[in-house]
């Protein structure tokens, strides 16, 4: 009966916000879960084998706040090869990904990941939203290209 009450009164749960986006990694690879990916058809899920980058990214924001003005934004990113073959970058918030707390599916399939590089990111975004000139891409992990086969083996 309680619960009855208590939902007259606050009334239907909010919707989904279709900007929010869960991010999984896994022994299988990659997951962005976004209802506005997921009603646009776009591509959810790379296996580790598609991942060619992982990094830090200090930018300036794209839409300047209409209070604040221009600032400086914080995103972890990944490059991942889509289906199609084009390569394409995923931005995650920075409150996303805790450095000291990295999932083990991400350390375990990306070997020779530079932590230090995230944290030389990391202390450039410490220093403000103000920070201009700390603008940067921190690559802590890279694919290294395959090598080619020789043309004329003899």
């Known amino acids: 009966m309680w619960s009855r009450i ?3 009164l606050i009334g239907p749960p ?29 591509q959810e899920f790379w296996p580790w084998s598609d991942v060619e980058e992982f990094g830090f990214a ?5 839409f300047p706040d209409p209070w604040y003005g221009d600032y400086m934004e914080s995103l972890w990113f990944l490059r991942l090869r889509c289906e199609d073959g084009d390569l394409m970058r995923v931005d995650l918030e920075e409150d996303q990904l805790a450095i000291d707390q990295l999932p083990p599916a991400l350390l375990r399939h990306l070997p020779g990941l530079d932590v230090d590089v995230l944290r030389e990111g990391l202390a450039v975004a410490r220093r403000g939203l103000r920070h201009f000139d700390g603008e940067g891409v921190w690559v802590a992990w890279r694919r290294t290209p395959a090598p080619t086969p020789d043309p004329d083996p003899a």
């Not at 916000?17 to 058809?41: H, I, N, S, W």
């Not at 200090?58 to 794209?62: D, G, I, L, P, V």
């Open 6 to 8: 208590k939902r007259f």
């Open 14 to 42: 909010p919707p989904e916000d279709p900007f929010r986006k869960t991010v999984r990694f896994d022994d299988t690879g990659f997951t962005r879960q976004c209802e506005l990916a997921r009603a646009m058809g776009l």
């Open 58 to 62: 200090f930018s300036k924001a794209m």
